[in-house]
């Protein structure tokens, strides 16, 4: 059993940046595929990054290209999703996940995720 917890969240004016972070329970992090998806109001779930386990493989979404990055600290069972030039259409509340699977869509576990909001 794996269990994260999302930090980092927070209101901030467009064009500012925020860097989101995900703690993850347990001895086998390294082994886990990490993934940072949102989901706006009234919008489905979307994927907006993901880090293989050894931080080598990354995906990032269209939507944050150019101004996010992800990264993952295995000493600390942490990821970290840094945005930049932030946009009112990033407001969502951001969830980490977590799969045991180095491809694919299924992810095993979830936190409960962090609300980040971006003004105009």
């Known amino acids: 059993q794996v269990q994260l917890v999302e930090s980092g969240g927070g209101l901030v004016q467009a064009g500012g940046s925020l860097r989101v972070s995900c703690v993850a329970s347990g001895r086998t992090f390294s082994s886990y595929r990490m993934g940072w998806f949102r989901q706006a109001p009234g919008k489905e779930r979307e994927s907006v990054a993901s880090i293989s386990g050894n931080g080598i493989v990354k995906y990032l979404a269209n939507s944050v290209k150019g101004r996010s990055t992800i990264s993952r600290d295995n000493a600390k069972n942490t990821v970290y999703l840094q945005m930049n030039n932030l946009r009112p259409d990033d407001t969502a509340v951001y969830y980490c996940?977590?799969?045991?699977?180095?491809?694919?869509?299924?992810?095993?576990?979830w936190g409960q995720g962090t609300q980040v909001t971006v003004s105009s």
């Open positions: 996940a977590a799969a045991s699977t180095p491809l694919g869509g299924r992810w095993d576990y």
